[in-house]
């Protein structure tokens, strides 16, 4: 099987910036996409922003121009540089890995426990 652990997550103040790191345990394995979403009180899980095959990053809206996300889409470890963080901001984030084949299995998704970033002043 397929671990992702998160770090990096805390409490920043507006206008602050964090990184995330998601890193992989286990097995060796391939994943078509790796990326991060996140979920804060009260709404659903939301993209924030994935690699995807073919090399190209996908945003959500709400974090184009301010986040960042950087590492090896197929086996990780996959990083988010987020800058100029906002309350809004503020939620769990995950780590996930899409279809993802290892050494005896398959899973459509593997996601991580999740951080907790909180932006508050």
């Known amino acids: 099987q397929v671990q992702l652990v998160e770090s990096g997550g805390g409490l920043a103040r507006p206008g602050d910036s964090l990184t995330l790191s998601c890193t992989a345990s286990?097995?060796?394995?391939?994943?078509?996409?790796m990326g991060w979403h996140r979920q804060a009180p009260g709404k659903e899980r939301e993209l924030v922003a994935e690699?995807?095959?073919?090399?190209?990053?996908k945003y959500a809206d709400s974090v184009k121009g301010r986040f960042t996300i950087s590492g090896n889409r197929a086996k990780g470890p996959v990083y988010l540089q987020m800058s100029s963080l906002q309350p809004d901001d503020t939620a769990v984030y995950y780590c996930?890995?899409?279809?993802?084949?290892?050494?005896?299995?398959?899973?459509?998704?593997?996601w991580g426990q999740g951080t907790q970033v909180t932006v508050s002043p």
């Open positions: 996930y890995a899409s279809e993802v084949d290892y050494d005896g299995g398959y899973e459509p998704d593997v």
């Open positions: 690699l995807k095959s073919g090399g190209k990053a």
């Open positions: 286990g097995n060796d394995f391939s994943a078509l996409e």
